[in-house]
């Protein structure tokens, strides 16, 4: 037997986080520093309304890759999120009302949903946190969109507060995040 531990691949799960036009985008920053605290893999996906709220290059030097914010010729989407694609996780993160219901009606016009479109067809695991005021979560179109994805596999993390879905705590996503990631295959040696 070799006792060489270098010999041993270990490879970190890989989260593709992505960001939405919600002011609580101003969080991710922190989140992603978590993540990679915890041994995540972490890249990022924005929309070009999130880059209005935090700064690329935040997110960059939070995630230590370059950020995705706009699809390309090297078919980003189908690299992380495609069928034999690196992603072990999607988290969108914060996501708005509009994503939620282009994702849940196919509609796929941002980075963002092309990569949830692409997730979803390649069975990848979602998970989705909202953030909005409770009466646009609340609209039936909206919840019947969330229901939708549910029934889908989508696992969405809820905080309900001062009538609003707000952006839970930190170490909550980083929780349901490693439950999510523990029979990956890629989280094994």
């Given at each position: 037997?070799?006792n060489?531990?270098?010999?041993i ?36 996906v ?9 700064g ?9 890759h ?39 009606c ?70 349901i ?13």
């Amino acid at each position: 037997m070799n006792n060489n531990m270098n010999n041993i691949n270990i490879k970190k799960p890989v989260i593709v986080i992505g960001v939405c036009g919600s002011v609580a985008a101003v969080e991710d920053v922190k989140l992603i520093r978590e993540l990679r605290r915890q041994n995540f893999d972490v890249y990022a996906v924005m929309s070009k309304n999130a880059k209005n709220i935090v700064g690329k290059d935040a997110v960059e030097w939070a995630s230590e890759h370059n950020v995705v914010d706009k699809i390309s010729g090297s078919v980003e989407h189908v690299y992380f999120c495609g069928v034999n694609g690196i992603a072990d996780l999607l988290l969108i993160c914060p996501c708005t009302a509009n994503t939620i219901s282009k994702i849940a009606c196919g509609i796929d016009d941002t980075s963002v949903t092309t990569f949830a479109t692409t997730a979803l067809g390649s069975k990848k695991k979602i998970v989705i946190v909202p953030a909005m005021h409770i009466s646009m979560y609340h609209n039936p179109f909206v919840a019947e969109n969330v229901e939708k994805l549910k029934k889908q596999g989508v696992k969405f993390i809820e905080k309900f507060e001062e009538n609003k879905v707000k952006f839970p705590d930190i170490d909550e996503i980083v929780r349901i995040v490693k439950e999510e990631t523990l029979d990956s295959e890629q989280c094994k040696i």
